[in-house]
């Protein structure tokens, strides 16, 4: 049986008052803002800067103990890596704009070296920063209402939806309200600012799940029930890293005038009965696991009945949210341009790039632009100072002054004239961001891995750069379809490779940098945990096994059967002979 935390116990009781004021707070008009913050919010972020930069001096002067200050800039987006500390910063749900994109720009080339990098829970971090400047960039982040605050730390984590949120043919609803709705909760929420672990919440609005939701540690997905009524499917228990687990459905279905009640009662009992004695089984996925989801279900009931009534989300505050996602004013002549279709015919590398680097758009006439940070000679992820500074005025010319970063390490144009693709693609081919490679074998996610990261085993970047040089032959590469190769250099697994269609993590063997595959894994609608091929394979290998590994691929398929579809057929048997041929 659990028993409580006695003093977790003692800080609800202490906190409790200041969390219900923060509650009140939340539910009053005046403080709701989504980047256009109010008087008091610009305060609020201001402040902490403030607070933020006497602490880092406190440090550096001695005053506080190595100890103390980690806590303390964990929770404002500090890591300490392998050669300087690393910033990460907050992008709500992967959106931003020009203005912010500038800025980021500027603080790539006065504070960095001249460039930042994409994540996959779609934040921004700095790799090069000098610790004593990080409350310098943090202001000049306030300038332009954005933050790094629970960027880390064991608290309630930057919330992440799908970056075609809006404009997918195939969404129930909107998610951006909702995610909006969960980030005003859950930023600096008393109660939850001690977590046993860090805690991650992903929504999706549409069919096929572009959020990862199986694999957060609670996924909301709106779903529509069979009365005709939109609600939340609600999961629990995910998770990546050493332990990966796919999240089970503890809800159905669940009224949206109770999803911050039944997040606040799932918080509360993690809380409660997280494990605090071992980082390593602190994730609610290993409470979830232990107890079994049905008496896990029984738990956070029992705490619902108590504040369900009290937390109730009106139809009034969920229309202030709406009201800040309203559509852009689209051009209504915009589907009956014909420039684009003839562009297409006419020069067979555009038209390569709009099939592989857009998607169909709910409005006639628009598309959804996908930027790719893929590069061969860049490494995946990562932005100049130069190209935020073009994407930032792109944005403002072609879609409406917006961009989003997405789960893939890219960005996306959400909303962009079939007319305008043609001269867009010049432009962000001018500037390395057009290679047509969203959705193939190049598209890798990768994590920074030995190069930067004091946790890592091994190095990703490199080995990027090795699969691409294997991979040059775009036809080739092309001709394969959608492959999903995913790579870290720890088992933390930041670059999700435990789901992904290939995925790659990198160990540590006495010194010497080896690498393990897995073959299967998916984070889509049939999510999956990819299996292990077999035995790690040496760093001078890893490469051409990729490449084995696809020519297999191409050898076993049926007629336009996806690798996903194949390996789910035939098993990794086939791979693992071929692979492991010569060992």
Not at 146 to 175: F, K, W, Y
Request: glycine share 6%; with cysteine; charged share 25%.
């Amino acid at each position: 049986m659990l028993s409580p935390n006695h003093k977790i116990l003692s800080f609800y009781g202490a906190y409790y008052m200041i969390a219900a004021h923060f509650i009140r707070l939340f539910q009053a008009p005046k403080f709701i803002q989504m980047y256009q913050y109010n008087h008091n919010d610009q305060i609020l972020i201001e402040e902490r800067v403030a607070q933020f930069r006497r602490q880092t001096e406190q440090f550096l002067n001695g005053e506080i103990s190595e100890d103390g200050y980690r806590n303390l800039r964990l929770r404002n987006g500090v890591y300490i890596q392998k050669h300087s500390p690393m910033l990460r910063v907050a992008i709500p749900y992967g959106v931003l704009n020009s203005k912010q994109l500038h800025k980021l720009a500027h603080i790539a080339r006065t504070y960095d070296k001249n460039y930042c990098h994409v994540t996959t829970r779609q934040n921004v971090q700095f790799n090069w920063p000098k610790l004593e400047q990080i409350p310098d960039i943090l202001a000049e982040l306030a300038e332009v209402q954005m933050h790094a605050i629970q960027t880390s730390g064991n608290c309630m984590r930057n919330t992440t939806s799908d970056h075609l949120a809006g404009v997918s043919v195939d969404e129930i609803e909107d998610p951006r309200p909702y995610c909006e709705l969960i980030r005003q909760w859950t930023t600096l929420h008393p109660e939850f600012d001690w977590l046993p672990r860090k805690f991650k919440i992903a929504v999706s609005g549409s069919r096929d799940d572009r959020a990862a939701t199986q694999f957060h540690d609670i996924g909301l997905h709106l779903v529509e029930n069979d009365a005709g009524e939109v609600g939340f499917r609600v999961l629990v228990g995910g998770g990546l890293g050493r332990t990966p687990i796919i999240g089970q459905v503890i809800k159905p279905f669940l009224d949206k005038k109770h999803i911050l009640s039944y997040l606040e009662a799932t918080l509360r009992i993690y809380n409660l009965f997280g494990r605090r004695d071992n980082k390593y089984k602190a994730r609610i996925k290993i409470l979830v696991k232990e107890e079994g989801l049905e008496k896990f279900n029984e738990m956070v009931e029992q705490e619902w009945a108590l504040i369900r009534d009290g937390l109730e989300v009106s139809d009034e505050r969920f229309a202030v949210m709406k009201s800040y996602f309203k559509p852009f004013d689209y051009d209504k002549k915009a589907a009956g341009n014909v420039t684009f279709a003839q562009y297409c015919h006419e020069n067979k590398t555009f038209a390569k790039w709009v099939e592989h680097n857009t998607v169909e758009h709910k409005v006639a006439g628009y598309r959804a632009v996908f930027l790719s940070l893929k590069h061969p000679e860049t490494p995946p992820g990562d932005l100049t100072d130069k190209q935020l500074d073009t994407v930032a005025d792109l944005a403002a010319r072609y879609s409406f002054g917006e961009v989003r970063s997405t789960h893939r390490q890219n960005l996306v144009f959400a909303d962009v004239k079939q007319a305008d693709l043609f001269q867009l693609w010049q432009l962000l081919n001018a500037a390395q961001l057009a290679t047509p490679n969203i959705g193939t074998a190049t598209d890798m996610i990768c994590c920074p891995g030995l190069d930067f990261c004091s946790l890592a085993n091994a190095g990703s970047i490199g080995i990027a750069k090795e699969i691409n040089e294997i991979l040059d032959d775009m036809d080739y590469l092309h001709d394969i379809g959608d492959v999903k190769i995913n790579m870290s250099g720890c088992v933390n697994g930041c670059a999700h490779q435990s789901v992904g269609h290939i995925g790659i993590l990198g160990v540590d063997k006495k010194g010497v940098e080896w690498y393990q595959l897995t073959l299967g894994g998916s984070s889509a609608n049939e999510a999956a945990i990819g299996e292990r091929l077999g035995a790690a394979v040496p760093k001078n290998e890893i490469a051409q096994a990729v490449g084995t590994i696809l020519e297999v691929y191409v050898q076993q398929r049926l007629h336009e059967e996806t690798f996903l579809e194949t390996v789910n057929r035939v098993g990794i048997e086939p791979f693992k002979v071929k692979v492991y041929a010569n060992h």
